[in-house]
């Protein structure tokens, strides 16, 4: 697989499989939705991990519990508690998120409990998109590898990336 922005060079060679279908046929049927290929791509050549000690990734088939990020169980506790938030402070989170229909999708979190969200295509916006919550949500029309690259690499200020970029497998990647 060749990753598109530059990602090996600052990351180094993918540890993962890389093997799209297996990773993501069937998660893609459970949540139902197809997500976008660069992002799935990426997941499922790096795997969960954590980037610059700070943002961590989940993949589909993830291990679970405390030592693994399983994206699956992050879907059902970003929904929890952003469900909580919401009805706390209707003003401040008035955004969807999945699983409601057209719902932000939740794929990263940092150390301090920031969300990375990729954002489905909209009518007056026809690809997928960023959105980071960081205490106020930011939101970006890009890709996710451009996202990651141009994060990494400096030329993107946001708080989820400080320094030189630095890569971590976190947990495994668990056979079906």
């Known amino acids: 697989?060749?990753?598109?922005?530059?990602?090996?060079?600052?990351?180094?060679?993918?540890?993962?499989?890389?093997?799209?279908?297996?990773?993501?046929?069937e998660f893609e049927r459970s949540v139902g939705m197809s997500l976008p290929e660069d992002y799935k791509e990426?997941?499922?050549?790096?795997?969960?991990?954590?980037?610059?000690?700070?943002?961590?990734?989940?993949?589909?088939?993830?291990?679970?519990?405390?030592?693994?990020?399983?994206?699956?169980?992050?879907l059902e506790d970003v929904a929890d508690v952003y469900e909580c938030l919401k009805e706390e402070d209707p003003d401040?989170?008035?955004?969807?998120?999945?699983?409601?229909?057209?719902?932000?999708?939740?794929?990263?979190?940092?150390?301090?409990?920031?969300?990375?969200?990729?954002?489905?295509?909209?009518?007056?916006?026809?690809?997928?998109g960023i959105v980071i919550h960081i205490g106020e949500w930011e939101f970006l029309d890009m890709s996710f590898t451009e996202f990651l690259s141009l994060g990494l690499s400096g030329e993107l200020f946001v708080p989820l990336f400080d320094g030189e970029p630095t890569f971590e497998v976190v947990g495994s990647v668990v056979d079906s």
């Open 42 to 74: 990426f997941i499922s050549a790096y795997g969960p991990c954590c980037l610059n000690d700070n943002l961590l990734l989940f993949h589909p088939r993830g291990e679970t519990g405390d030592q693994g990020l399983n994206l699956g169980e992050f």
């Open 1 to 25: 697989m060749a990753l598109s922005h530059g990602l090996a060079s600052l990351l180094g060679r993918p540890q993962v499989n890389g093997d799209v279908d297996q990773d993501w046929e």
């Open 92 to 128: 401040e989170y008035p955004y969807l998120i999945y699983p409601e229909r057209g719902g932000f999708f939740p794929v990263g979190r940092t150390s301090s409990g920031n969300h990375l969200f990729l954002r489905p295509p909209q009518p007056d916006v026809e690809s997928w």
